[in-house]
Every structure is written in C-alpha cells, then in structure tokens.
T-cell receptor, first 115, second 115 residues
Framework: DAGVIQSPRHEVTEMGQEVTLRCKPISGHNSLFWYRQTMMRGLELLIYFNNNVPIDDSGMPEDRFSAKMPNASFSTLKIQPSEPRDSAVYFC?????????????FGPGTRLTVL | AQSVTQLGSHVSVSEGALVLLRCNYSSSVPPYLFWYVQYPNQGLQLLLKYTTGATLVKGINGFEAEFKKSETSFHLTKPSAHMSDAAEYFCAVSESNFGNEKLTFGTGTRLTIIP
C-alpha cells in the first residue's frame, strides 16, 4: 500500500493568500484526521472525519480554516486567508475504523510557510 | 479530560545504553496508551500500544513499555540504544469512551544517541 499521501510536501505563500492542503488516506480506512505540529504547541488535532462525516472540529483554530472530505479517498484542508502564525507542519492520518484503539497511519506532512 | 506529560524534552544516551523515555497520563476512564516515533522530515509511526490485557507491551525495533495504573505511567524502554533510534518520540492517550476517538499527544522527547 502507498500509505497516506499528502500534497504538496512544501508550500510557501504570502499572507492573505488561500492555501489548500490535500490528503489521500489509505484505501479502506474509514477515519481521517488532520493535525498541526508547531514547536510552540506540539501536535494538535484539528478535525477528524468518520465515513466522510466531520465528527469533531473543535480543534480548528478559527473560521479561516475549513476541511472537507467529499469522498472516502480525498480530503482537503483550506486556510483562507493565510497568516504567518499558520506556519506549521500539517499532517493527515487515517485509521481503519477510527476507534479508540485503532492505529493511526500518518502521512509525511505538508510544511507550510506563510510570509 | 485526558492529558499526557512527557518528562524531558531532550534525552541523550550512549550507543548500547538503556533508553528510558518517561510518560505519565491523566484520564478519567481506563486509557488506551500509545507511543509513536517521528524520524526527521517524516510522519509519525506507531511503536506500540496498550489497550487491555498484558501490561508489558512489546513493539517494533526492540522497544517495550509497561502500563502502571498505580503510577499513571507508560514509560518506554529499550535495553540497548542504536544510532538508528535517534528520533522524536511521542506518547499519546485515548480514552475508552464510546465515540471519543481522539488521541491526545504529549509534547515529545527528542532522543539523541551518542556514538
């Protein structure tokens, strides 16, 4: 299996621009998670989906962030407008059933730099 | 609410020496506990997890961890460090409430191996 695929791997943009991060989960996995990793705050869960439905988005920092999962094989995380404080590594992860004991498989991450 | 504390943001050990990374958790219900490893510029990878049953859990790459309820701890150990073990290690907790499928990660411990 190819694992969780994220694109782009690196993104550099200017403040105010729209940024879209993409994720393809492992085939057959029913749950998908978006995380953000920064030096200051560590690894934070932003949102997770189960069977393409958003279950908990309490970690989404503000209205500038939105996430969609139109089908079982694709999800996007959009930031509009972007700000320098959004600079971080964004990880997507998927798991088979999404249960509390399920292993989450992480993608390689997207390193976002907002100038 | 669940939380994880990792003591020591940086740990250095000599090659061949014992590795001990500390993790304490807080959870209102029986927890599920995980250790993940992150190599440079990569996503997180599961090392091992405790759900139920045997409290000593063996994982990949010779690592193991012991769940101690009385101490609310889940420390990670490896008898003999190898250069390839240099990475960042994250402890995580997931509560065993139905429907609560979120992992809460600790702030991580960066392990350095001294030749």
């Amino acid at each position: 299996d190819a694992g969780v695929i994220q694109s782009p791997r690196h993104e550099v943009t200017e403040m105010g621009q729209e940024v879209t991060l993409r994720c393809k989960p492992i085939s057959g996995h029913n749950s998908l998670f978006w995380y953000r990793q920064t030096m200051m705050r560590g690894l934070e869960l932003l949102i997770y989906f189960n069977n393409n439905v958003p279950i908990d988005d309490s970690g989404m920092p503000e209205d500038r962030f939105s996430a969609k999962m139109p089908n079982a094989s694709f999800s996007t995380l959009k930031i509009q407008p972007s700000e320098p404080r959004d600079s971080a590594v964004y990880f997507c992860a998927s798991s088979l059933k999404g249960g509390t004991t399920d292993t989450q498989y992480f993608g390689p991450g997207t390193r976002l730099t907002v100038l | 609410a669940q939380s994880v504390t990792q003591l020591g943001s940086h740990v250095s050990v000599s090659e061949g020496a014992l590795v001990l990374l500390r993790c304490n958790y807080s959870s209102s219900v029986p927890p599920y506990l995980f250790w993940y490893v992150q190599y440079p510029n990569q996503g997180l990878q599961l090392l091992l997890k405790y759900t139920t049953g045997a409290t000593l859990v063996k994982g990949i790459n010779g690592f193991e961890a012991e769940f101690k309820k009385s101490e609310t701890s889940f420390h990670l150990t490896k008898p003999s460090a190898h250069m390839s073990d240099a990475a960042e290690y994250f402890c995580a907790v997931s509560e065993s409430n139905f429907g609560n499928e979120k992992l809460t990660f600790g702030t991580g411990t960066r392990l350095t191996i001294i030749p």
